[in-house]
């Protein structure tokens, strides 16, 4: 028998905040990444749920589908999403190559300053009634939300190691989760008085703050990277397509990918169905960006109270299996009453279950496996799992959407049962490759003392 393992006792925020400086930094970081999203997140999913062609397609896109007798209006998401995933295959190589060639201290800032200067276009093009701009935004703010929390959590996995991400990242999601329940409220309050244009600005201001923490942070990047005998300041290398070949190789970061893709099938299908109910109930743009941020805070809401209460004690105490399983058990029966009763209010509370267990379960167990892979593995292979697969995984089932809707709510709801049960097995297979992996990635165990003044 084992002698018992002694842990020093669990240190509250304010404790855990005077023992690690990074954890400020790192919780101011997320928190204004995702306000800065959140801010501009209800707007696009108006513009997504919008009975107005016009006001999403360019004009001569519209007339294209007119000359040959199709109601673009019908496919408002489904022309959305496939473009996104489209823009997004074009990207990766963009971003391998930017990761391959360049240190972390340039490509970091460089995909920030990328963002804020679209934002600074987009206000131009709201402002000039630019033709198109409802589907430039929404396909935009997609590939924004996944390659910024994307290059966020790459950054972390270099910040903390595995026992510190075990300790701090229930804590890091708060802190997110706080912004993403601050940004909608700010576009409620502000949306009527400054107008979508300039909520553009508001989102620049807290993307030049999460410049700030970058710089801040790389000190204690660089500290944590040499016990681990990386060298994050110098670039990468290797091919832009090494993120695929890392996949198909790793059983790991294989069952990531299958735990995402079907991960998103559940979302999507839940998506598409709350957009059906908005194009219904709320037909005017003011009304369904209401109704989208009061989704967007319950969502906040229920995700601060498990992150802060359940998150941290249960990746401690038993790791990630139970953060991974408890989400897709739940989505399962959710999924069951809902292809019983497909009520609009029974969706929109599955809908905000589903999004809550996965950013203060789900997200913070699959962001700790990444502390315990190569820095290749976190900056290429991570990036195609949350780009690439993350749309191939919207765009098929947006259509799969499509083609079940004809034959009602709940043939998609029993068919999302399908889904979810892929889901399950993807955590499933994510367990069983952590639960062999080593105790660290590189040897050398990192001192307790390693989070405090960087050198």
């Given at each position: 028998?084992r ?13 855990a905040?005077a ?6 930094w790192?919780?101011?970081?997320f928190?204004?990444l ?7 997140r209800?707007v696009?999913?108006a ?9 999403v ?6 007339d294209w589908?007119?000359?040959r ?6 496919f408002t998401?489904q022309?959305?999403?496939?473009a996104t995933?489209?823009?997004m ?20 800032p460089v995909?920030y300053l ?8 987009f ?18 703010i997609?590939?924004f ?16 190691d595995?026992e ?5 990242y229930?804590y890091?999601g708060a802190?997110g989760?706080i ?14 008085r400054?107008?979508v244009a300039?909520l ?11 410049l700030?923490?970058i710089?801040?942070l790389?000190s ?5 990277e040499?016990?681990?005998a990386?060298?994050?300041e ?16 790793d ?27 908005v ?7 003011e009304?369904?960006?209401r ?6 805070w ?6 601060i109270?498990?992150q802060?209460?359940?998150t941290?004690?249960?990746l401690?105490?038993?790791g ?9 058990v739940?989505?399962?029966?959710g999924?069951a009453?809902?292809s019983a009763s497909p ?5 929109a509370?599955v ?7 996965e ?5 913070p167990?699959?962001?700790?496996l990444y502390t315990?892979?190569?820095r290749?593995s ?9 780009t ?5 995984g ?7 959407h499509?083609a079940?809707s004809?034959l009602g709510s709940q043939?998609?709801?029993v068919a999302?049962?399908?889904?979810a ?14 639960r062999?992996?080593?105790?660290q ?11 405090g003044k960087?050198?």
């Amino acid at each position: 028998m084992r002698p018992p393992v002694m842990t020093p006792p669990r240190p509250r925020l304010r404790a855990a905040l005077a023992e690690s400086p990074p954890l400020w930094w790192a919780l101011l970081y997320f928190f204004c990444l995702l306000c800065g999203y959140y801010v501009l997140r209800p707007v696009r999913d108006a513009m997504g749920a919008s009975s107005d062609a016009s006001a999403v397609f360019p004009t001569f896109l519209l007339d294209w589908a007119a000359t040959r007798g199709i109601a673009l209006g019908e496919f408002t998401l489904q022309v959305l999403f496939s473009a996104t995933f489209v823009v997004m295959l074009l990207l990766q190589p963009l971003y391998g190559a930017l990761v391959s060639r360049f240190p972390r201290r340039v490509f970091l800032p460089v995909v920030y300053l990328i963002f804020i200067v679209c934002l600074v276009g987009f206000r131009w093009a709201f402002e000039t009634n630019l033709s198109g701009r409802g589907a430039l935004f929404f396909i935009w703010i997609a590939v924004f939300n996944l390659f910024a929390v994307t290059v966020f959590w790459s950054f972390m996995a270099d910040v903390f190691d595995n026992e510190h991400a075990k300790r701090y990242y229930g804590y890091i999601g708060a802190g997110g989760t706080i912004g993403a329940f601050v940004g909608p409220f700010i576009t409620t309050m502000l949306v009527g008085r400054i107008g979508v244009a300039n909520l553009t600005l508001v989102s620049v201001g807290f993307l030049c703050v999460c410049l700030l923490c970058i710089l801040k942070l790389r000190s204690w990047a660089r500290r944590n990277e040499a016990t681990r005998a990386e060298q994050g300041e110098q670039a990468i290398g290797g091919s832009i397509w090494a993120g695929l070949k890392l996949i198909a190789a790793d059983p790991l970061l294989r069952g990531l990918a299958m735990l995402m893709f079907f991960g998103v099938g559940v979302g999507t299908l839940l998506y598409n169905e709350q957009a059906a109910i908005v194009r219904q109930y709320y037909p005017t743009a003011e009304a369904a960006t209401r109704y989208y941020s009061i989704i967007d805070w319950a969502v906040a809401s229920l995700t601060i109270l498990v992150q802060l209460l359940l998150t941290r004690w249960l990746l401690r105490r038993y790791g990630v299996a139970p953060l991974l399983l408890l989400p897709a058990v739940a989505i399962l029966i959710g999924f069951a009453l809902l292809s019983a009763s497909p009520l609009p209010l029974l969706i929109a509370t599955v809908q905000v279950m589903t999004r809550a267990s996965e950013f203060s379960l789900a997200k913070p167990a699959r962001e700790t496996l990444y502390t315990r892979v190569s820095r290749e593995s976190r900056y290429k292979a991570k990036a195609v799992i949350d780009t690439a697969v993350y749309r191939g995984g919207d765009v098929t089932f947006v259509w799969v959407h499509k083609a079940l809707s004809a034959l009602g709510s709940q043939v998609v709801f029993v068919a999302g049962i399908g889904i979810a049960l892929g889901m399950t097995f993807g955590a499933w297979r994510v367990i069983r490759a952590e639960r062999r992996l080593p105790e660290q990635p590189a040897p050398g165990r990192p001192p307790e003392h390693s989070h405090g003044k960087p050198s």
